[in-house]
């Protein structure tokens, strides 16, 4: 990524940083569970009204100014979706990360990128539970 960077950089010559952003997107093939899906996600949609019942299908998209990192937001998007062809289910989870500012050298564009990124993993782990961790590895 440095490397690119440093070409993007030659060639476009930026006036000025406005913006440091990650993204990561992760797709996960899980085992369909009686438990449903809080076997795998910590956060997922609830139906109040069917506890019996779950839907064969969701997406959510939550949009989180992070407070302990001023300037920073969290674009945090999950998918559930019935995987036909292996009878599991795939959940894609899309966590993009970003920091608004000025941004004027390198050493503090990385250094800012490095931060979204522990930010970034702490999302990725926090959603997912102790039996969706050990399906990773």
Known sequence: AKRLWRIYREVTAPRTI???ALRYINELSVPVT?????????EFPKL???AEAQP??????LIV????????????THALRPNDSTGQWS??????????GRFDDDATIWDNAEEL???KNRL???SLTSKAVDLCR
Do not use: K, N, S
Not at 66 to 75: K, S
């Open 91 to 100: 959940i894609l989870m899309d966590f993009d990360v970003f920091r608004l």
């Open 124 to 126: 990725f782990f926090g």
């Open 56 to 61: 064969d299908q969701f997406l959510t998209r």
């Open 18 to 20: 406005a913006r440091v």
């Open 48 to 50: 109040a009204y069917a």
């Open 65 to 76: 100014e992070d407070r302990a990192h001023p300037g920073t937001t969290w674009l945090i």
């Open 117 to 119: 990124r522990h930010v």
């Open 34 to 42: 009686p438990e449903g899906w809080g076997a795998y996600l910590t």
